[in-house]
């Protein structure tokens, strides 16, 4: 295929509980992360960003609907984000 005609690759890593200054990729990074490492190097990396919710779940639900998390009261029970 050609270049005009190729999608392009995204990777969207969403993690709990970790840090913007954890991964080792950041500096002085607390972790040892070199998969991460890796991918930070090879591609490219968005460092301003915004949670959807203070806690995993609703987060996780605001990012996958565009739903704003005020707006998920009474969401089906059988989301599979949820």
């Known amino acids: 295929a050609n270049a005009t005609n190729m999608r392009p690759s995204i990777l969207w890593l969403m993690a709990d509980d970790l ?13 040892r992360t070199p ?20 806690v995993c ?4 639900a605001t990012f996958f609907t565009g739903r704003h998390s005020g707006r998920l009261a009474g969401a089906p029970a059988d989301w599979p984000l949820l």
């Open 19 to 31: 840090g913007a200054g954890e991964p080792s990729f950041t500096s002085p990074g607390l972790l």
């Open 35 to 54: 998969n991460l490492d890796a991918l930070a190097t090879a591609g490219m990396r968005f460092t301003a960003a915004y949670a959807g919710y203070t």
């Open 57 to 60: 779940a609703p987060s996780r």
